[in-house]
């Protein structure tokens, strides 16, 4: 006799399409510094493995954050055990299919480039393959329930999983930290089998996956589990914004960057103007010019470091609504003649007027791994840098010598970051406690 037979199998299906550009980076550099992920026929994907892994990792965070919502055990069982304990042996339950994308959709090209002070580092320039903002996707999973296992914790952590990755707080790909990979789910579907009777397990061979559309959509029923603090600032752009994007068809030497045929402000672009700022002020509070430790922290190590760390703060990318595009053509004078200089003329897009939102996220204090700076700290830095934004202090974007990338908030004051008690508490780590 089986002592732990399957006892229940569950089928789920989720639909949706990409909120973000997604950047599965494959290792090549034929077309890019970094090549999207495709299978045989060209199409793009993410492997199953890599969600897999983003998977277990979110949910380890929930666990370290609060033992009673999911506990290590539960993760252990659901996706099996870790190869710290050689005499557990035990295979994950969950099977998680690749993340299969329209292959009609356009795969894009972004440039990137490392900065300081507005000045590109020398070999700092890079580009990326990433697969375009809007691109439909299908995903299957599919966990099996036995004798042995808990199937209350076992549907809570699927559900959970799906939940976060619908409002962002699960994030697939590479770059995620800084606007990619956001997913929008518009349809959750599932199908359970009881394996009481021998009727029952016919259904299940009799049942095939075009037959979804038949089963139960759970798509708002689904519990919720936060990890991930959050900030959201409405914003309007006071006169013009400019963000290049060079891939362009048209008879101008630049446009503005777009994603899904919409102006955007990508994550990477608020992470460097906002960490160019908080080093201003670092060296305004404390007197010292070499770069602090709390920038590193915040905003992760810079590339060829050997202590490469991640960044705390995600920026999400913004969409910029209502604007107008405006091109103009200038050229560059000698300042010492008067006259053009021979080559310089050139026309471009940006943008007139529009809002956005800026969204920032960072996990909290009790699921950071190794982290020293506190919640409250986190927010007063933001505060200081949101209101700089505010006020013109801090431009966003290219030509912003000459007035573009200002910002004003359309609600103020930001009642959720703006407390005394978060400004002492960043001065205080700023300062070292002095």
């Keep these: 006799m089986v002592k732990n037979k399957i006892v229940r199998r569950t089928y789920i299906r989720l639909k949706g399409e990409l909120a973000t550009p997604l950047l599965a980076g494959s290792g090549e550099n034929i077309h890019t510094d970094m090549d999207v992920l495709r299978d045989f026929y060209g199409t793009p994907f993410i492997a199953g493995t890599a969600i897999a892994g983003a998977f277990r990792d979110w949910l380890e965070s929930i666990s370290t954050a609060d033992q009673q919502a999911i506990g290590e055990e539960s993760i252990h069982s659901l996706f099996g055990a870790k190869n710290t304990d050689e005499s557990d042996f035990r295979q994950s339950r969950i099977f998680i299919s690749d993340l299969q994308l329209d292959c009609q959709r356009v795969i894009k090209t972004r440039d990137h480039v490392k900065l300081s002070d507005k000045i590109a580092y020398k070999t700092g320039k890079f580009d990326v393959e990433v697969i375009e903002t809007g691109t439909p996707f299908t995903m299957y999973l599919e966990y099996i329930e036995r004798n042995s296992s808990k199937a209350d914790k076992d549907k809570q952590m699927v559900h959970a999983l799906i939940s976060a990755m619908s409002n ?53 029923t689904l519990s919720k589990y936060t990890i991930l603090e959050k900030i959201e600032v409405p914003l309007t752009i006071k006169y013009t914004l400019l963000i290049r994007d060079y891939k362009t068809m048209d008879d101008l030497d630049y446009t503005f960057l777009r994603a899904n045929n919409q102006p955007v402000i990508p994550g990477s672009t608020w992470a460097g103007a906002f960490r160019q700022r908080l080093e201003d002020i670092i060296i305004q509070v404390t007197g010292k010019k070499q770069e602090h430790d709390i920038v590193e922290e915040l905003f992760g190590c810079k590339h060829g470091d050997n202590h490469a760390t991640p960044s705390i703060l995600q920026f999400e990318e913004s969409v910029v609504t209502d604007s107008a595009p405006l091109t103009r053509t200038r050229n560059a004078i000698d300042r010492f003649s008067g006259a053009t200089i021979d080559g310089t003329l050139f026309t471009g897009e940006s943008v007139c007027k529009g809002q956005t939102s800026l969204i920032i996220r960072w996990r909290k204090q009790g699921v950071r791994k190794s982290s020293v700076i506190s919640d409250d700290a986190i927010k007063g830095i933001l505060n200081w840098l949101i209101q700089d934004l505010a006020g013109g202090l801090l431009a966003i974007g290219g030509e912003t010598s000459v007035g573009r990338g200002i910002f004003e908030l359309i609600e103020k004051p930001i009642q959720t970051i703006d407390k005394p008690e978060f400004a002492k508490a960043a001065i205080d780590y700023i300062c070292g406690g002095k």
Excluded at 177 to 198: C, D, H, Q, W
């Design 168 to 220: 962002g707080e699960l994030t697939l790909g590479g770059r995620t930290n800084r606007g990619y990979g956001k997913l929008a789910i518009t349809e959750v579907r599932e199908k359970e089998f009881l394996y009481t009777s021998p009727k029952e397990v016919q259904k299940w061979l009799d049942w095939s996956r075009d037959k979804f559309e038949r089963a139960q959509d759970i798509t708002h």
